[in-house]
């Protein structure tokens, strides 16, 4: 009987105990929390929520109380529940807040808490109580970026697997950007990215200003279907088989003033990876633009009247299109034209250069070319440029070219004529040819 008594006694008092435990267990994990960032000199602030053999969820907040570098309404840890120990298989953060810092080497920082972070990614192995397969979401994330630009404040939603973006949608505040020599207005920006699907969209709308150059109003955006990339190490590698942008602006200014300037780019076949030179790739490229040029010609004007308004009247409507297969390589770029870079007026005039080829690095280009100018009231030429070198100490070329011109005393006179390397003329012929006249446009 007395071991029965004891018995129930002991039974009694582990029941006690193990349910003083279950009450308390929340001080405990608080405790825990705060001991253990504590010892890698991080303030924190944890309340928890809810402690289940399931999960965990709580509110925290990494850094010091008035402005803590990472914090969030909610946090969720779920469990694996066919497993003994805690092995967390996804994190859920609610509302959560990140302040981070941005250098130029494009280096991210999080302030306090990067001793930390870097004791983390020097840990060798992988933790026992976390999965691999790790799945973390960020619901309403608030990231306020301080950058060499300017701060920028992002908002969005975020999922990683494996520590990898799978899927993002995030858009940026109205934000003014002085980087170097540019300055930006930011109106809005956009980023939406779903792994899954391989679809990437990107808009930007603001104003774009550079020492000598100017776009004001400026919508572009951004769209791949297909978009695969990868990371190994430091690498990146991007795919896709199609990708286009889109852009316009209302004005923009680069010594002149274009009006309603219009491009869409297409680039089929992609294929790009960052390396020592930076990032090289390939693409098959198409390129369509549309603008407005109003120059008044005042010197042509009182030399040629009707040559100098036919140029003006075709100035004020231009559309240009080209297809062709540009790459980068080991710092080179090379670009060589399918179809003949096509530009039209509104008048009438038309400028094809075909057999365009392009190559070279930072400090000299190499290109060829043939160019043919025709149009109403435009005289008539055709050029064939042959080893064109562009370097810091200028332009050098061999260049043939011929003309039926018609420009102030000279009129009906065809003039054929080539260059030497050095651009200097070597030959030049002349023949005069029955003209009619031309009537003022």
Known sequence: MKRRWYAAIFLAAMA??????????????????????????????VEIGELGLSGVSARFAL????????????????????????????????????????????????????????????QQGKSRYVS?????????????????????????????????????????????????????TLTAASLAHDRKAETLVARFAGTVKMPSSEAQQVQAEANSKGFRWTMAGNQLSIAAPFVSLHMTAASATAGQVLTAPQLDVTLRNLSAASGEE??????????????????????????????ANALRQNLKHLTMNFAGHAERRDGMIRLASHEPLHVSGARGGVLDISALTLSGGPDSLHAA??????????????????????SGGGFTSQANFSSRFNFAMLRGVDLAGSTDPDGDVRALSARAQPVGTRADL
């Open 16 to 45: 006690l105990v193990l349910l003083a435990l279950w009450l308390v267990r929340t001080y405990v994990a608080v405790q825990f929390a705060r001991s253990y960032f504590q010892s890698h000199g991080v303030a924190s602030s």
């Open 63 to 122: 850094g010091p109380a008035e402005v803590p570098e990472i914090s969030a309404e909610r946090i969720e840890l779920h469990f694996d529940p066919l497993r003994w120990l805690p092995y967390v298989t996804e994190v859920r953060l609610v509302h959560p807040v990140v302040r981070a810092r941005l250098d130029d080497s494009a280096n991210l920082t999080l302030g306090s808490l990067q001793n930390w972070i870097d004791s983390l990614r020097r």
């Open 132 to 184: 691999d397969d790790l799945a973390v979401s960020l619901r309403g994330l608030r990231l306020l970026l301080a950058t060499p630009a300017g701060p920028l404040d992002v908002g969005g939603d975020v999922e990683l697997r494996k520590g990898v973006p799978v899927s993002l949608a995030l858009t940026a505040q109205p934000a003014h950007i002085h980087y170097r020599d540019a300055d930006v």
């Open 278 to 307: 930076g990032l090289g790739g390939a693409a098959d490229i198409s390129v369509s633009a549309r603008v407005g040029l109003d120059v008044s010609l005042t010197a042509l004007q009182n030399a040629d009247r009707p040559l």
């Open 369 to 390: 070319l043939d160019a043919e100018l025709k149009g109403p009231n435009i005289p008539p030429v055709k050029v064939t440029i042959k080893d064109l070198l562009w």
